[in-house]
């Protein structure tokens, strides 16, 4: 057993805990839960900090429970948000938690035995509890007045658009997860992002008032940016966990592009890296800030640990193309998706594959077939230079001919137009 409290302490990460819940933790193993919301088929990183948070959970020597929302999906939580969500449908909800269990099998060792995780799903212990059944044992215990005084309901009473019932009973409901897992599985402390304190301490009271119970809560810091900008948040959207939704190299490049203050700070919540070696990165990193040593370092711990070894080897490839020297044939074992995704924001064009059969000279293909150039005679000027490259390869006659067999993976035609100015042409 070793500190979970201390290390989520030291990393930054602690936000609030109970009274006592630190002196329970440090007696011996205990059992302990993070809900995760289906509201879509992968978790994306604003999630990383609770699957951290349940990894040294494990790592300290307790046994980490996986809450997956079934039920709870179904009704949508008001922490944090401004207007009512879309519910979800069944068959949608549970491709969600299919997705979700598959992710969380990544991060945490699952095993019956000693410490292994866990994962539950609260469908299971709702589909067959009545309302009448549900206001008559649980909804007595907890009156309105405390159920009015959370700032998830008073914000959005205070606001335009009003709170639903079904959105004013969700307390209720993750109330009585923490009840169930704390009566059948002995879960005594409920973990979650500091939105959820009044949710968990819902919970903890249900579970006084109902059974003279003892539970405990403990909430994590919401990370944000050192701009103070919303973290996991890109001008493309969110970074999914999915390689599908988001492939490795960009996810790589994410944690890539960190600023310093905030490589500084996401190391020490998002890796497992112990006091003494990041500290020694640090270090490194501040005589050398223009290595990105700290970014590099995040990249590769986070990239392996969500996706895999040979899934880092890609995205180093892809950047290493994009940004170096690197060779093309790498694109070939790639889905057409993911080199869409690649060339995110290059200029594209559509070649006609029959026209490409008998050839075209470069001059035709990049100026009128294609407008990678505004004429032919700024095709000949930039070869003339030295500044144009087709599949890395760099061009020297005006009428050098390209054809199907100039394709890379029987699709795409690479153009680089100086050094950083690439053009994808797509066959088709």
Same mark, same amino acid.
């Given at each position: 057993? !070793?500190?979970f409290?201390?290390?989520?302490?030291?990393?930054? &990460? *602690?936000?609030?805990?109970?009274?006592?819940?630190?002196?329970?933790?440090?007696?011996?193993?205990c059992?302990?839960?993070?809900?995760?919301?289906?509201?879509?088929?992968?978790?994306?990183?604003?999630?990383? $900090?609770?699957? &951290? $948070?349940l990894?040294?959970?494990?790592?300290?020597?307790?046994k980490?429970?996986?809450?997956?929302?079934g039920?709870?999906?179904?009704?949508?939580?008001?922490?944090?948000?401004?207007?009512?969500?879309?519910?979800? /449908?069944?068959?949608?909800l549970?491709?969600?938690?299919?997705?979700?269990?598959?992710?969380?099998?990544?991060?945490?060792?699952?095993?019956?035995?000693?410490?292994?995780?866990v994962?539950? /799903? /609260?469908?299971?212990?709702?589909?067959?509890?009545?309302?009448?059944?549900?206001?008559r044992?649980?909804?007595?215990?907890?009156?309105?007045?405390?159920?009015?005084?959370?700032?998830?309901?008073?914000? +959005?009473?205070?606001?335009?658009?009003?709170?639903?019932? $079904?959105?004013?009973?969700?307390?209720?409901?993750?109330?009585?997860?923490?009840?169930y897992?704390?009566?059948?599985?002995?879960?005594?402390?409920? &973990?979650?992002?500091?939105?959820?304190?009044?949710?968990?301490?819902?919970?903890? =009271?249900?579970?006084?008032?109902?059974?003279?119970? !003892?539970?405990?809560?403990?909430?994590?810091?919401?990370?944000?940016?050192?701009?103070?900008? %919303?973290?996991? %948040?890109?001008?493309?959207?969110?970074?999914?966990?999915?390689?599908?939704k988001?492939?490795?190299? %960009?996810?790589?490049?994410?944690?890539?592009?960190?600023?310093?203050?905030?490589?500084?700070?996401?190391?020490?919540?998002?890796?497992? &890296?112990?006091?003494?070696?990041? =500290?020694?990165?640090?270090?490194?990193?501040?005589?050398?800030?223009?290595?990105?040593? @700290?970014?590099?370092?995040?990249? !590769?711990?986070?990239?392996?640990?969500?996706?895999?070894?040979?899934? *880092?080897?890609?995205? *180093? %490839?892809?950047?290493?193309?994009?940004?170096g020297?690197?060779?093309?044939?790498?694109?070939?074992?790639?889905?057409?998706?993911?080199?869409?995704?690649?060339? =995110?924001?290059?200029?594209?064009?559509?070649?006609n +594959?029959?026209?490409?059969?008998?050839?075209?000279?470069?001059?035709?293909?990049?100026?009128?077939?294609?407008a990678?150039?505004?004429?032919?005679?700024?095709?000949?000027?930039?070869?003339?230079?030295?500044?144009?490259?087709?599949n890395?390869?760099?061009?020297?006659?005006?009428?050098?001919?390209?054809?199907?067999?100039? @394709?890379?993976? /029987?699709?795409?035609?690479?153009?680089?137009?100086?050094?950083?100015?690439?053009?994808? @042409?797509?066959?088709e």
């Open positions: 057993m !070793t500190n409290v201390d290390e989520l302490r030291w990393r930054g &990460m *602690l936000h609030d805990i109970m009274p006592n819940a630190e002196d329970k933790l440090n007696e011996g193993m059992s302990g839960y993070i809900g995760f919301d289906p509201t879509a088929d992968s978790l994306h990183v604003g999630h990383l $900090t609770q699957i &951290m $948070t990894i040294h959970f494990q790592h300290a020597g307790h980490p429970f996986a809450l997956v929302g039920a709870t999906g179904m009704v949508g939580d008001p922490s944090g948000k401004s207007a009512e969500r879309n519910l979800l /449908n069944e068959e949608t549970a491709a969600n938690l299919e997705g979700i269990k598959k992710q969380l099998k990544q991060f945490l060792i699952f095993s019956d035995e000693g410490n292994g995780a994962m539950v /799903n /609260n469908a299971d212990w709702f589909k067959n509890f009545s309302f009448l059944d549900f206001i044992d649980v909804g007595k215990h907890i009156t309105v007045n405390y159920m009015m005084a959370k700032d998830s309901v008073k914000k +959005r009473l205070e606001g335009d658009t009003g709170m639903s019932f $079904t959105e004013f009973s969700y307390q209720l409901v993750q109330g009585y997860d923490f009840y897992l704390w009566k059948n599985y002995n879960c005594t402390i409920q &973990m979650g992002g500091s939105d959820q304190w009044g949710n968990i301490v819902t919970g903890t =009271e249900l579970i006084r008032r109902k059974d003279s119970g !003892t539970a405990y809560g403990m909430t994590t810091q919401l990370i944000k940016k050192s701009d103070g900008t %919303k973290f996991g %948040k890109t001008e493309s959207g969110a970074i999914w966990l999915n390689p599908e988001t492939s490795p190299y %960009k996810f790589y490049q994410f944690w890539l592009n960190a600023t310093d203050a905030d490589a500084k700070m996401w190391i020490r919540i998002f890796t497992m &890296m112990g006091k003494e070696e990041l =500290e020694k990165l640090e270090a490194e990193h501040d005589a050398a800030p223009h290595l990105r040593i @700290l970014q590099k370092a995040l990249a !590769t711990d986070i990239t392996i640990r969500t996706h895999s070894e040979a899934a *880092l080897e890609t995205a *180093l %490839k892809t950047s290493e193309f994009l940004f020297n690197g060779a093309l044939s790498f694109l070939e074992g790639l889905s057409h998706a993911h080199v869409l995704e690649i060339f =995110e924001g290059v200029p594209q064009f559509a070649v +594959r029959e026209e490409l059969a008998t050839g075209i000279d470069v001059a035709t293909l990049l100026a009128e077939k294609t990678v150039f505004p004429s032919k005679g700024e095709v000949k000027k930039t070869i003339q230079g030295g500044g144009l490259s087709i890395k390869e760099k061009v020297a006659e005006i009428g050098t001919l390209y054809a199907t067999a100039n @394709l890379i993976d /029987n699709q795409y035609i690479i153009v680089q137009k100086g050094k950083k100015n690439y053009f994808l @042409l797509i066959a």
